[in-house]
């Protein structure tokens, strides 16, 4: 599974942005998708993901002004960023977690970082 993030930017304090995520799946089926933040100095974090079925979680950060959801393809998601806050700078990074066909092992797949700077 090869992931593909695009979107970040840069932006001011009260704005939005929009980043996308591609799956390239061949032999696997995602189970779910989801935006992880790492900000500097700080451990990776779960932003929002949004499982096979459409349940989608949030961080208590995130809930209320981020959307997670799937595009016309079940391997595309998108991260609609709203009110977007100065801490909310981090490196964003997509993840997919895929299982083979019958197999219950989940692998945890990553896409390359995108960076998101919210300027105050």
């Known amino acids: 599974v090869q992931l593909q993030a695009s979107g970040g930017g840069l932006v001011q304090a009260g704005g939005s942005l929009r980043l996308s995520c591609a799956a390239s799946v061949t032999g696997f089926s995602i189970k779910k998708m989801g935006w992880y933040s790492q900000a500097p100095g700080k451990q990776r974090e779960v932003v929002a993901t949004?499982?096979?079925?459409?349940?989608?979680e949030y961080s208590d950060s995130a809930a209320g002004r981020f959307t997670i959801a799937r595009g016309n393809t079940k391997n595309t998601v998108f991260l609609q960023m709203a009110s977007l806050r100065p801490e909310d700078t981090a490196v964003y990074y997509c993840?997919?977690?895929?299982?083979?066909?019958?197999?219950?092992?989940?692998?945890?797949?990553w896409g390359q970082g995108t960076q998101v700077t919210v300027s105050s």
């Open positions: 949004i499982a096979e079925d459409g349940t989608t």
């Open positions: 993840n997919a977690r895929s299982v083979r066909p019958g197999r219950s092992y989940e692998y945890n797949n």
